[in-house]
């Protein structure tokens, strides 16, 4: 049995695919005309793709925001099938529109993504992520569909009915935020069951940030195989990258997107191997198409081949968006470098949350992490132990001293939708 959605496709030689990526360059070139917004750029047809990223102008968000609701639309209202809004984390939100065949170009994204995790036929897919404007129910609903797996479209929340339906129907599949993952398990072992007793297989993570060490946990709970998951609505919504049964960086689909990245201060474009902000240009979008689109997603390709024969490029887990870095009293952190170190430590619970507070005009970091339901029952000893002992990892992994507070499990405040890890309060 192949391994491979789209084999073709998957492994077309770098440069047949940089050739095609050309091709469908200036096809959406030609269509971004009709956008309003991009009327005032020279749109005239590129002999490289070298010569388009040397010259052409990014788009970044704040100009979606300007040019809301229609500036970016290429086709007639009549052909829009599909109207989707980016879940607003970061200011207002902004609306994406698809035509038919965006929404089918979209799904094959989708599929193929789930087929390279392992999906199949006869898999039962739980799809615990919001449906609506997010595009992380439907954008997945319709590739597992499009695959024929059973597909649950139970959305987010309520956790009893969600083992209740993975153990009722058998379900095989899980996508879930990473954040919930944990928390669910917490669930679980209220309810006195083990998800390992269960016939799950895999679960497909993503939607926000998340470090290796929480993947590692989340896989060691559930006993199965957790696959990074990337994508955002601008652009289509999730299906942009995926893991591979390698499971060491996402391969993005580069016969739909143009790959670059670029230094967040000068714009310039960095070498394969180097950190910094993801830029993508759509190839085969419809309505919307996006030029050098500024994702504001910190990340690095990784150079070397991929084990799995797929010759898509593979970038690094995202570190954080260029706007979630931190700065304390001069040292800049991201979020994701705490849970890393705090996750790998044995005794830590399943959430936490960073607060960063001003005292005496310093900046002062607050680390809450929850305690597994052992270690808060336990003596004090060792919980005064855990906490010595993260506040001396975090103190060696970002130059900053913590302030470590040990919560009950299951006490810190939750979300309905992506975490909320950060509360900055040096401003109130
Ligand atoms: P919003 O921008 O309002 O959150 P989206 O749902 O479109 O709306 O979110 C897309 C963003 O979510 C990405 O730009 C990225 O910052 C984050 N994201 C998506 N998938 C991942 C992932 N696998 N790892 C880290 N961050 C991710
Ligand atoms: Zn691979």
Not at 101 to 122: F, H, I
Not at 295 to 314: A, F, N, V
Not at 378 to 401: C, F, K, N, P
């Amino acid at each position: 049995m192949t391994m491979y959605w789209e084999e073709t496709a998957e492994r077309m030689a770098r440069g047949e695919l940089n050739r095609y990526q050309l091709e469908l360059l200036n096809q959406t070139i030609e269509r971004a005309r009709k956008a309003q917004f991009y009327r005032s750029f020279d749109l005239s047809r590129v002999d490289s793709l070298a010569q388009f990223q040397a010259n052409f102008p990014f788009t970044c968000k704040q100009d979606l925001r300007d040019h809301f609701p229609y500036g970016f639309l290429t086709t007639d209202l009549t052909k829009v099938i599909r109207l989707h809004s980016s879940s607003g984390t970061t200011g207002n939100p902004t609306v994406v529109f698809h035509t038919e065949r965006d929404v089918a170009e979209w799904t094959n994204q989708v599929a193929r993504c789930l087929y390279m995790a392992g999906v199949r036929k006869g898999d039962v897919f739980q799809n615990t992520m919001g449906y609506g404007l997010f595009t992380g129910g439907l954008g997945f609903h319709y590739g597992a569909e499009k695959l024929g797996a059973l597909t649950i479209p139970i959305g987010p929340g309520n956790s009893t009915r969600q083992i209740w339906f993975m153990q009722t129907f058998g379900t095989s599949v899980v996508h879930i935020l990473p954040s919930y993952a944990l928390r669910l398990y917490t669930h679980f072992e209220a309810e006195g069951i083990d998800p390992k007793s269960l016939n799950l297989r895999i679960f497909i993570i993503g939607s926000e940030p998340h470090s290796a060490e929480m993947r590692d946990q989340i896989e060691e709970l559930y006993g199965v195989k957790a696959f990074n998951s990337y994508g955002l609505s601008e652009v289509c919504g999730p299906g942009v990258g995926f893991e591979c049964p390698a499971q060491n960086g996402i391969h993005l689909w580069e016969d739909y997107f143009l790959v670059e990245i670029i230094d967040p201060e000068t714009g310039k474009v960095l070498p394969a191997g180097e950190e910094g902000e993801l830029v993508l240009t759509t190839l085969k979008r419809e309505a919307m198409p996006l030029l050098r689109y500024r994702t504001g997603d910190l990340t690095r390709i990784i150079p070397e081949p991929c084990p799995c024969g797929r010759s898509h490029l593979r970038i690094d887990r995202i570190k954080g968006r260029a706007d979630d870095m931190l700065i304390i009293n001069g040292v800049n952190l991201f979020p994701v470098q705490i849970e890393r170190k705090i996750m790998g430590i044995p005794g830590v619970g399943k959430n936490y949350v960073i607060e960063i507070r001003k005292e005496n005009y310093m900046d002062r970091l607050y680390v809450k992490v929850e305690v597994d339901k052992e270690i808060f029952n336990g003596t004090l000893a060792g919980l005064t132990e855990l906490q010595r002992r993260i506040t001396d990892d975090l103190r060696a992994e970002l130059s900053v001293s913590p302030v470590v507070e040990l919560v009950e499990p299951s006490s810190l405040p939750v979300w309905e939708g992506k975490a909320k890890r950060v509360i900055d309060r040096r401003g109130e």
